[in-house]
C-alpha cells in the first residue's frame, strides 16, 4: 500500500492585525466624549436662546384678546390667568394658563392661544346656572346638570331652588343620578323656553318627593302645580289648556293647586275651598 501523503494545512492567512482590544474602548470613548458634548452645547444654545428670546421686549404681550365673558369681567380672567400686559408671550405656558382658568367655578371651557409677535388671545365659555340645588347647602347647578359651585351672596336668586334630594342622590363622582333627578332635568329644559307655558323665570320652587315625583311652585302667587313623574310635555300643553279656560271664565275664580299627576283625572282646588276646606275640588 502507497503510503499517504501529508495534506498541507489551507489556513489563511490574516490579511490585517485587529487592533488591540483597548484601542477599539478608546475610539468609542471618544465618540461617547464628543456625542455628550455635542449634546451639552446644543442644550446650552438652546438655554441661551430661550432666555434672549423671553428677555427681550419684542415679544411683550402688547394684547391681550378676552372672549366669551358674561358674568365674569375681563379683569377677573385675566387675573384667573395670571396674565397682564407686557408680559413675554414666549415665556407665557399656555397649557398651565388653560388650568388655571378651569379652576374657576364659572368657567367650563377655556382655549390660549399666543399671536406672534405680541398678542395673547384668550376664550372662555361661562357654566350657565339652570337652579339653586338645596342639599342643606345650597349650590349651582349648570344646563349639563353638574353641580360647579356653592351659592355666594353676588350669584343670582332669580332661579328655581330644587329640595328633596338629597347627598345619596349623588353617585361615587358626584354627579347627580337617579329617577328624580331625571325629572327634574327633563321640567327644567321645558323651562328654558321662555315662551312656554311654566318658563324657569316663573318657578320659584320645585319640591321632589321620591315616590310622588314634582311639584311646582310658581307664577306670582305660588300656586301649585303637581306634576308627578313622566309625560311633562302633555301635562304641561295641558296646564295651558286650562290656564286658557281660566282667564275665559272669570267667575271661575283663583286656584290654589293643579293636579296634573294623572291625566285623566285632574283636579283644580280653588283658593276658597283651599282656605276654608268646605267644598270639594272640581275635577276637570
Keep these: 500500500m502507497a503510503p499517504k501523503k501529508n495534506r498541507k494545512n489551507h489556513y489563511r492567512k490574516n490579511k490585517g492585525k485587529k487592533p488591540a482590544r483597548g484601542r477599539i474602548y478608546l475610539i468609542q470613548g471618544i465618540k461617547i466624549s464628543i456625542g455628550i458634548f ?77 399671536q406672534i409677535p405680541d398678542t395673547i388671545k384668550i376664550s372662555i365659555k361661562e357654566n350657565e346656572p339652570l337652579a339653586i340645588l338645596d342639599l342643606g347647602r345650597k349650590y349651582l347647578l349648570n344646563i349639563n346638570g353638574e353641580i360647579f359651585k356653592r351659592v355666594c351672596p353676588d350669584d343670582p336668586v332669580n332661579l328655581p331652588v330644587v329640595s328633596g334630594l338629597g347627598f345619596v342622590d349623588l353617585t361615587v363622582n358626584g354627579q347627580l343620578s337617579g329617577l328624580s333627578f331625571k325629572a327634574i332635568m327633563d321640567v327644567l329644559k321645558l323651562g328654558q323656553n321662555d315662551q312656554g307655558v311654566l318658563p324657569n323665570r316663573l318657578i320659584s320652587h320645585i319640591k321632589v318627593d321620591h315616590q310622588m315625583g ?71
Design 38 to 114: 455635542c449634546l451639552l452645547l446644543f442644550s446650552t444654545v438652546l438655554v441661551l436662546g430661550y432666555d434672549i428670546f423671553t428677555q427681550t421686549g419684542y415679544f411683550n404681550a402688547k394684547c391681550l384678546n378676552v372672549s366669551g365673558f358674561s358674568r365674569l369681567t375681563r379683569h377677573e380672567v385675566l387675573k384667573q390667568a395670571g396674565l397682564q400686559k407686557g408680559v413675554n408671550i414666549l415665556a407665557v405656558n399656555l397649557g398651565l394658563t388653560r388650568k388655571k382658568l378651569l379652576a374657576h367655578p364659572w368657567i367650563i371651557e377655556a382655549q390660549v392661544i399666543r
Design 214 to 284: 314634582l311639584t311646582i311652585f310658581a307664577f306670582e302667587k305660588n300656586k301649585i302645580i303637581k306634576l308627578g313623574y313622566n309625560n311633562y310635555k302633555d301635562k304641561y300643553q295641558k296646564l295651558q289648556h286650562l290656564l286658557i279656560y281660566f282667564n275665559q271664565k272669570p267667575d271661575f275664580g283663583e286656584y290654589h293647586s293643579i293636579d296634573l299627576v294623572n291625566l285623566n283625572r285632574i283636579v283644580v282646588t280653588p283658593v276658597a275651598v283651599e282656605a276654608s276646606t268646605i267644598g270639594k275640588p272640581k275635577e276637570v
